[in-house]
């Protein structure tokens, strides 16, 4: 079968009230928010917030009709919405026309996209929802929880450094490690999946369901049987099962090879 278009990272033992401590200042120290700072927020510039987030996280340039794409209104509607954001203070614009979060814009997006991960991890850890399913409840959730809320959901779950996909949660400890997209690699390659592209999730929603249903999971070995440049497509096996997909789809799969 083919497509076209988890770790566990709770810390061993009981209950750590020293760490939670840590945790807490942690957390407050990277996104220097409380739930008075965000109040005034209208969840359309939250929309707009977290997908600027989100591309940039992709070393991706951040502009206008990109934004209309994602957010799915015509162009001129984001222009509008760009210059109140900017009066705002909360994005700022460079020579090239890349919009860009100013300090307090990335604050609040980090802050946003932290509520979005924390939910998906408890949606997919504690509920057993797959990752697809996850990923649309939690785009609901975020914007209702709290940041008091999340940071204690967040050490109810046993504070992991991921989302389910591994994307990487503001605030929480870990750092990223070298990655490498799966399709640089070559027949015979051996890697273990690190993450999934939030830009490539966007693009095609059911990539996560189809990666979920085929085996794929944080950490997960892969091994590359074969790969197609004429073809655009490769295919690796992932617990004894042989999966096809486009090159393009693995170019947005992170691996550590």
Aim: charge should be neutral.
């Amino acid at each position: 079968m083919g497509y076209s278009g988890g770790v566990d990272t709770r810390p061993a033992g009981g209950r750590d009230v020293k760490g939670d401590a840590v945790a807490r200042a942690r957390v407050a120290a990277a996104t220097k928010l409380d739930d008075d700072q965000d109040r005034g927020v209208s969840g359309t510039v939250e929309r707009y917030l977290e997908a600027i987030f989100y591309i940039d996280a992709e070393g991706q340039a951040v502009r206008a009709a990109h934004l209309a794409e994602w957010v799915g209104v015509a162009q001129p509607s984001v222009a509008a919405a760009l210059q109140r954001m900017a009066r705002a203070g909360l994005v700022e614009f460079s020579p090239a026309k890349e919009v860009l979060l100013s300090a307090h814009g990335r604050t609040l997006a980090a802050a946003i996209v932290r509520r979005h991960r924390i939910a998906e991890r408890w949606l997919v850890d504690v509920l057993r929802f797959d990752w697809l399913t996850a990923d649309v409840e939690a785009s609901r959730l975020e914007h209702g929880l709290s940041n008091a809320v999340a940071d204690r959901l967040h050490e109810l779950i046993g504070r992991p450094s991921t989302c389910p996909h591994g994307n990487p949660i503001p605030g929480a400890a870990g750092g990223r490690r070298p990655e490498r997209a799966l399709a640089s690699l070559g027949p015979g390659a051996r890697a273990r999946l690190m993450r999934i592209s939030e830009v490539a999730e966007h693009a095609a929603p059911d990539l996560l369901r189809f990666l979920g249903d085929h085996g794929f999971s944080l950490g997960g070995d892969i091994l590359v049987i074969d790969v197609s440049p004429g073809a655009g497509a490769l295919t690796v096996r992932v617990r004894e099962r042989d999966v096809a997909m486009s090159l393009d789809v693995a170019g947005k799969v992170w691996v550590e090879a």
